[in-house]
């Protein structure tokens, strides 16, 4: 099962409250409230997985004006990695409790696994995807959530440990035992 499609569905069986995560840093200070733009947020998501990655991204006349803040995206990010060098993650594949769990997340250095969101605001399924993360690449996962409309973010820091694998675990295995039971 691809974790797009499981972090929607586990989402069920777990609470904000049971998952082990904290806001590393967080910069929100203008209440301008844009529509999310898909094509914006696909250019943003490449802008910032490029430049850490070494690649040149070269940008359209109508991004251009964004340009700064997608900078100052790539700046915090380094920041936190410590300038460490990072690439694009293999996709990987785990089997827990017979569901094949495959997922590949944005960007991978020895010490962290980073999802990048280009919105500042996390939702379960956001904290549902870096919960599987951690597990598929048994490191702490990094959202990087960023409104690229007004450079407000978000870092938070899921842990890679015991008790999430745990949560995971069990939430696929109550999953896989509703769908047995004709109960999804």
């Not at 490449?46 to 991204?57: D, M």
């Not at 070269?58 to 690439?87: C, F, H, N, T």
């Not at 409309?149 to 295995?173: G, P, Q, W």
């Amino acid at each position: 099962m691809l974790e797009s499609s499981l972090k929607k569905r586990i989402g069920d069986y777990i609470k904000y409250s049971e998952v082990y995560y904290e806001i590393m840093r967080a910069d929100h200070e203008s209440e301008l409230r844009l529509p999310s733009n898909d094509k914006l947020g696909q250019i943003f998501h490449s802008f910032v997985q490029y430049t850490l990655t070494g690649r040149k991204v070269s940008l359209s006349s109508w991004v251009k004006p964004l340009e700064g803040k997608m900078v100052k995206a790539v700046e915090i990010l380094k920041e936190e990695l410590r300038d460490q060098p990072v690439d694009e993650c293999d996709k990987l594949t785990e089997i827990i409790h017979g569901v094949k769990v495959t997922g590949q997340a944005d960007l991978c250095s020895s010490e962290y696994v980073v999802e990048i969101k280009s919105k500042e605001d996390m939702k379960k399924e956001d904290l549902m995807q870096a919960l599987i993360y951690t597990f598929l690449y048994k490191k702490d996962v990094i959202l990087f959530m960023f409104n690229i409309y007004t450079a407000d973010y978000c870092l938070i820091k899921v842990f890679h440990n015991d008790e999430n694998a745990s949560l995971l675990i069990d939430a696929i295995r109550r999953m896989e035992s509703d769908r047995n039971c004709g109960r999804l």
